[in-house]
Every structure is written in C-alpha cells, then in structure tokens.
C-alpha cells in the first residue's frame, strides 16, 4: 500500500490565533503533540566537506540577483566584476566595497524573454578596450522568431555605461545572426582567445536528439564552435573542410562555458548531454565532437550518416551523479597549490565541483572537490588566476579550506550517527521532531518515517511559499520500508553556509544496523530493484528553488499526525510552533492553506492531480529549478501559467509526433502523463526509481483528459 493511502487524514485548517517564536499554546484546548522542544545535542550536521581542501566563500554580500548566469572581471580594475544576468540586466560590481551599479539592461531595449533559455548569455571585453572601448554581447531575441547574435557595443567611460545615438538608442554593430529553430540549445558564451580571436560556442538548435542534425552538419552555425575577427568576420586558419568559414570546430550539442587555460591556450569546454552522459572537451581545429552521433563516448540510437572521425571528450559522468555540466577553467591561482593545473568544473543539477588532474598516462582522473548543494551556473575567472563560482543562490570565491576536513569524519555505521537511538537504530535518537507530509513523493512504492533535528537555539524560518529554511547544522531523516522492512535511511544534512549534503544507509539482513554507502547502486530486495542514490543524486531533486527540504512547507504539514511518544493526534503546524522551532509567527495566509491529497476524493480532479504534480515534479519544475524546461508545476501556479499547456517540448518527443507537454483532453499526447508511465530512460522522475506509479500516472491521465482547455 503506498505512503499516501497510508497517511491520509482529515485536513485541519489552523486559525490565525497561531503563535510562534514566543511558544505561544495558541489556546487552552488545542491539543499539540509534543510538549516541549526537545533538545537535540547529537543529531547534528557532519563535519565534512569532501576529499578536497576548498571551500565557497560568499562575495557580494547583500546583493541579490536574478538568475545570474556569468561574471567577468573588469579587464584592468582589481576587484570590479560584471554580473550577467539572463534577462539582460548586466551589473558592475565592486568587490571592494559591495556595492554595484547598472551597466545595462538590455530588456529595456531587446526582447530577450520569449523562451526559458534565450536573455543575455554571453559578454566579452575586447583585448583592446582601454583604447577602444569595445565590448560584446550574445544574446537570443526575438526578431520574427528567436534569433542570436553577437553584437559589438561601446563604453566612453571604462565600462561604466554603453554609448547611445541621439535618439537613445544603443550603438550596436551586429556581426553574427543566427536563427534558432527551437527555443532551447542556445549555447551563446563568447571570449577572445590568446590570439586576440573571438570565440562563439553555438548548441544544435535545440528539441530533442538534434531532429535537423545540425551538430554534423558543417553547412549551418549550428552546433559549432565559431571563431572570428573582432569585428565578426572569419577568422583565417579555421580548418573543418567544407564547412562555412567560421567554424573552428563542430559536432556540439549545448556547449555550457568553456575557457582557455591561461597557461597553455587550451580550450576547455563543457557540452550539457540529451538523457544520460554529460562530458568535458578539448577543442582543437578542426574537430567534430560526435554529438549527434555520440553522447559522451556513447553511441546514440540516432541515425547517423557522419563517419567522423570523433574526437572523445576527455571526461564523462551519467545521470547518477548530475544532469547539466557547467564548464570552468584550469586553476592557475596562487591561494590553492594543491589545485595548480586541475580543471574545475561542476553540475548545475546537482552543484557538485569536480577537478580533472593529469594522470600522466595522457589522460585525466576525475576528483570531487565539493558538494555545494547549489545551482552552478557558471564560473568566473580573476586576473590573479582565483576562481569563483556564480550561482542561484549568490556569488562565492573558491578558497583553501584549512579546517580539517577529514573525510572519514562521517560515520560508516547508522548507530554511529547520533540520529538514531545506537541501542535501537530503528528508533530516532531523543532530539529528533518526527513529521509526515498531506501528499508524498513517490519512491517505488516504500513507506516512509519522516523526522527533522535542529541545533539547539536556532530556529527555522518560513519564507512567503511557505518553504522551511533551516539553520546550519540540522538534519532531516528519513527511514524507508519495503513490504514492511526497514531497508534505507537517509540522513539530509545543512553544513555550514548552506550547503545541503546527503548520505544513504542500507540495512543488514538482521536489521540491526545500517551502513553508509559510499556511492549509488541498485540493490535487488525480492524481485525489486531498489536505488541506494549517490549524494549527486540527492542534490538533483532537493533543489534550492524547491527550498531544499522539500516537503517541509506549511501546506504539506497542515494536517494531524499521532505523534509516537505521546499519542496525541494533533496538528503538525500547531504543535511545532508550540514547541517554539520557528523564528517568527506564521502568516495567516500560511495557516489557511494545506494541500489536498492525491488520494481524497473530496476534493476536485484538478486539485488532486496538480497536488501529485506539486510533490512530485514542481521540486524541479518550477522557476529557478534544475529542469531544461521553463514549466511551473507548483500547486499554487494557474495551469495557464505552468507553460505546459499546449506548450511544444524542448527535449524531444519520445517519439510521439506532435505531442505537447499536456494536450488538454488528450493524455496520450501529453508528455507529462507519457513520461511518468514511460518504462525506460525518459521516463519522469528521472532518478533513484525503478517502479512506475501507476496510480499517480492514472491520476494524471484522468485529469488531462478531462480538460477541455487551458484556462
């Protein structure tokens, strides 16, 4: 029976007399489960941050972006960097003394804002811009359809404005347009090489499996590297015969920052994959890259005429361990001497950064540096060779760590953990606050035991979704049953500057204990396969947009819950703000909302599928997710809104011509319903699952056959 059937119960809405922050009873005759917040000495999170001695440090501190997707630094000021974001505001910002200015804001001249992955994506300074003042954009407007260019604009000021005609317009030299044929794979990062040449790295076009083979077709921008003169024209020596003059190299599929080791001139380049491989290239002249034919060093199932030769990217990783690389630079800093000559790079998905070292043999061995828990969109590169990371979350500068960072500082055995009682790991260790959700996440069928644990004096806040946002070192714990059998528990834990790590445990036969599993893997459990996720893999879906903890939100624990130590049913969000955990009282709006189940047929069809959709899918798919795609899945979103309905795919259509995201009155032709019922690789949620639901998969079928519209 799934954990949804298992936990349903009458929805209690709260009254707004709930208090908080002052332990507040909230009325004589509310019952609360729990008398008094227990204290929690050993559920702490782990001190550990990895096999590697860096850290993030935050820059910028008290200054919020939107979506910032690239930062350059100024090319003679110390300490002044331009932050990119994609909707086209561009800031100059002072290190120095935190404070910015706005260079530009393109949106208010161009429409960059038609797709999820067009803006503003690319800026470069001319080698030459103390004299000349010249700096470059690439961005994807739309001009009678979706269209990149590189255009050549002017600064009067050393980059503090753009120049402007008399009637306001800007100076813009156009010197590279190219029309899109989708709206995703825009690629779009430009730099000038050593050899004072500008380089422009260009996806395939976009949908799903390059459907025009533009990554082999050398007769098309598409999909290539370009490499040009400074005011857009081909540069000489490019070497791909047959091919249209700029390209420098091909074979690409949505090439995700690349940079030249200042040291050597190599290019280094990472290419976001289709479904499995995500890798790291070298780019000389002249090469093809592989994609379509190959993702990663994999052949593809897609035909493919081309008969190369393929370059191999030096690196690869799958889709256990992250879903979209962002490419960085070889570290040529002085701050790291353990780092000099290493490639660091990272997984937007998943937010870990990795390095590639020399092996000496002629290739590369791949380290984690750091599980950061963020959204890596980019990386920035100082004129001192110190490296810095640009995420959803803010902006960090990548130092030595000299804490000890012992990697062996986490525990090998569950009893050993301090969440659990070592005398009984079944059962929570004293300081832990047991909870349950309104409508669950599916994991193949398992039942769950959900608890949290937070460092005695501090307190959680509670943004305006509702999301719970933890304090350093707290810890949420999960056990997971199969036909009635303790199999998992996984320990979430929020490290310092908050950085959010997982670990998995798995039990031994007699149950008496678990031990951590040091990478993911499948184990079979009577004729089940069961996924042991990799910390990658937990990073993947507990997304910063989705508030990490995910269903730790105030309508998903807006319900009763009989708390196992005292038997009480009481309701969650009164009881916890009793106990005093939250810093502030919650908003009357926050206690007028809970979540309907899946599974209560009092309530509607529609608010019934969109609260599956809400647990299940919004983690990703909503803004400022992991996802490729610009849906908005959350229950709280008008499904006019979601950019699913009758919306095309980016990623392809598993086949099914002309399918939409969801074909109002039609689940067959609905990739949504598709993708969640799929048996193979494109099947949603991607990871850590085996088991198709397929009462939730009816659910959704049902609910997008009874539309008749997106309204």
Request: charged share 15%; hydrophobic share 35%.
């Amino acid at each position: 029976m799934m954990l949804r059937v298992l936990f349903v119960s009458a929805l209690v809405l709260v009254t707004s007399g709930c208090g908080s922050g002052e332990g507040s009873d909230q009325g004589a005759n509310t019952p609360v489960g729990i008398s008094e917040r227990p204290d929690n000495a050993t559920c702490l999170a782990f001190n550990n941050t990895g096999s590697s001695a860096i850290k993030l440090t935050p820059i910028a501190s008290g200054l919020d972006f939107s979506s910032p997707i690239l930062m350059l630094p100024h090319p003679s000021l110390t300490n002044i960097f331009y932050v990119v974001q994609q909707r086209g505001r561009v800031y100059r910002v002072n290190l120095n003394d935190n404070t910015r200015t706005t260079l530009i804001d393109l949106s208010e001249h161009y429409d960059l804002s038609t797709c999820g992955e067009c803006g503003l994506l690319g800026m470069a300074f001319h080698p030459n811009f103390a004299e000349n003042g010249y700096l470059y954009f690439s961005f994807t407007e739309n001009v009678s359809g979706m269209t990149s260019f590189v255009a050549r604009f002017e600064s009067a000021d050393n980059g503090q404005t753009l120049r402007s005609d008399s009637g306001g317009d800007l100076l813009r030299d156009n010197l590279i347009e190219v029309s899109q044929p989708y709206s995703n794979h825009n690629g779009g990062h430009i730099a000038f090489g050593s050899d004072n040449l500008l380089y422009y790295g260009l996806g395939d076009g976009g949908s799903g499996n390059d459907p025009d083979n533009n990554g082999q077709t050398v007769s098309t921008l598409l999909g290539s590297m370009l490499r040009l003169n400074d005011d857009g024209s081909p540069a000489s020596g490019n070497n791909v015969p047959g091919a249209l003059p700029e390209i420098y190299a091909y074979g690409l599929r949505n090439p995700w920052r690349w940079s030249f080791d200042r040291d050597t001139g190599d290019l280094w380049l990472g290419d976001v994959g289709q479904g499995q491989y995500e890798e790291v290239d070298i780019i000389t002249s002249g090469g093809n890259y592989g994609w379509r034919c190959y993702e990663g060093m994999h052949r593809t199932g897609n035909s493919c005429t081309s008969t190369g030769p393929y370059i191999a990217p030096v690196a690869e990783y799958d889709h256990s361990e992250g879903i979209s690389i962002t490419g960085g630079y070889v570290y040529r800093g002085d701050a790291i001497p353990g780092l000099k000559g290493v490639y660091v790079f990272a997984d937007f998905g998943s937010g870990i950064l990795w390095g590639l070292r020399a092996n000496g043999s002629g290739g590369y061995d791949r380290e984690t540096l750091l599980e950061s828990g963020r959204n890596v969109a980019s990386f920035a590169e100082g004129a001192d060779g110190e490296l810095y990371v640009v995420t959803f979350s803010g902006l960090f500068r990548i130092d030595p760590d000299d804490t000890d960072t012992d990697s062996d500082s986490v525990p090998e055995l569950l009893s050993q953990t301090g969440c659990v009682n070592p005398d009984n790991p079944t059962q929570p260790a004293s300081g832990l606050i047991p909870y349950t959700v309104i409508e669950p996440f599916w994991s193949d069928g398992a039942d769950k035991q959900r608890f949290f644990a937070l460092p005695n004096n501090t307190y959680i806040d509670v943004n305006a979704a509702g999301d719970f946002l933890f304090p350093d070192g707290s810890v949420l714990v999960k056990h997971f049953y199969l036909n009635g059998a303790i199999i998992e528990t996984r320990l979430f834990m929020k490290q310092a500057e908050g950085d959010w790590r997982g670990y998995s445990y798995q039990w031994n036969e007699t149950k008496t204990d678990a031990t951590l599993v040091a990478e993911g893997k499948d184990v079979d459990y009577s004729g089940q396969t069961w996924r042991f996720p990799g910390s990658g893999e937990c990073a993947q879906c507990h997304t910063s947009a989705a508030g990490f903890s995910l269903g730790l939100e105030t309508m998903q624990l807006n319900r009763e819950l009989i708390y196992p130590q005292s038997r009480i049913r009481a309701n969650q969000l009164q009881t916890l703000a009793h106990i005093n955990v939250f810093s502030a009282p919650l908003s009357d709006a926050h206690l007028a909302n809970a979540l309907p189940a899946s599974s209560n047929d009092n309530a509607t069809l529609e608010h019934r599928a969109r609260a599956y959709l809400h647990s299940n899918c919004a983690n990703c798919h909503q803004p400022g997710g992991t996802s490729q795609s610009t849906m908005d899945l959350r229950f709280s979103t008008a499904l006019s809104s979601t950019q699913a309905c009758d919306q095309e795919p980016l990623n392809g259509d598993i086949g099914v011509d002309n399918a939409k995201l969801i074909s109002p009155g039609d689940a067959s032709m609905s990739l949504i319903y598709l993708r969640m019922t799929h048996p193979g690789e494109y099947r949603m949620p991607p990871l850590a699952s085996h088991q198709v639901d397929a009462e939730g998969g009816a659910l959704i079928q049902d609910w997008i056959n009874s539309l008749t519209s997106c309204d």
